[in-house]
């Protein structure tokens, strides 16, 4: 028998049929575009659509979760199964949404004082934290407790290392997350960041390199450096519809470093908002991430 309830929201960037195949509870998230709100539909054809949208010059807009949203989704979950619950949140550094979370949280002790609910704040992005919500569905099915699946995952989600890349910086200068003279100047030297996040879950780009395969050798690089048992995990691979340079990615990967196996899945709405088409990024367990 389940001894809780494990959810999270759909930045995770896991399909909703894993989420289901897994026992996962996905808080929806949506996005408007011209005025129409959508809801994230967690798969791959929605994905597509909505970067689609992008390419054509349209600007989706997307909000954080408020704290009455949580108490809704909990409390649904909690009329269902009176169960504890576990939610893994997209990083504090990245986003408001786990503090929200906390605010929801003393709310909801308020009124229900005998609910056990843990808040994880993953410090992670995309499937970052789809990986930690996979891992506590692995230790749900094992038995363990709350307690024992909140210990583990701040114990290891400093693990998580993610490393993305893109050739397109005008929708990151878009949501401004750079400058226009930088992505001026990256365009016109054919400059590619290599961004990750640091131990606190901020974006920060870690280096710079001239051109996709310098790119891509430099990430290998890194991999190596970082992962001292990929044979032994999952290489996970995130991209925002550009299936076939993702696939060509993973596969060189694992071909040099030997991983169990890649996942593949798409950067969802809530990230490529701001990334945009053509960002790809490599998930994997590692040395723990610094400042």
Request: proline share 4%; hydrophobic share 35%.
């Amino acid at each position: 028998m389940d001894r809780f309830q494990l959810m999270t929201d759909s930045g995770c960037d896991l399909p909703m049929s894993l989420c289901k195949e897994r026992g996962i509870i996905p808080l929806q998230l949506s996005y408007e575009i011209d005025g129409v709100t959508y809801l994230d539909a967690m798969d791959h054809a929605d994905c597509h659509r909505f970067y689609e949208w992008m390419r054509e010059g349209k600007v989706p807009h997307t909000s954080q979760i408020t704290p009455s949203q949580y108490l809704d989704f909990w409390k649904d979950a909690l009329a269902q199964k009176d169960l504890p619950i576990v939610h893994i949140s997209m990083g504090s550094g990245i986003s408001g949404t786990y503090n929200n979370a906390l605010i929801a949280k003393d709310q909801l002790l308020q009124e229900f004082p005998d609910a056990l609910i843990d808040v994880v704040d993953s410090t992670l992005a995309s499937v970052g934290y789809g990986m930690l919500a996979l891992a506590s569905a692995d230790l749900r099915d094992q038995g363990k407790t709350p307690a024992e699946c909140g210990a583990w995952l701040n114990a290891h989600k400093g693990e998580i290392n993610t490393y993305y890349t893109t050739g397109d910086l005008s929708y990151l200068y878009r949501s401004g997350r750079v400058s226009r003279a930088g992505m001026v100047i990256a365009h016109a030297l054919n400059i590619w960041p290599i961004l990750n996040l640091d131990a606190g879950g901020h974006l920060i780009v870690q280096e710079k390199a001239r051109g996709k395969k310098k790119t891509v050798q430099r990430i290998h690089q890194i991999i190596g450096e970082l992962c001292p048992h990929p044979e032994n995990q999952v290489l996970f691979i995130c991209h925002s519809d550009i299936y076939a340079e993702a696939k060509e990615f993973g596969d060189g990967i694992q071909g040099q470093f030997g991983f169990k196996d890649v996942y593949y899945t798409y950067i969802g709405s809530t990230i490529g908002t701001h990334s945009g088409p053509g960002l790809m990024a490599a998930f994997f367990y590692g040395k723990p991430r610094t400042m």
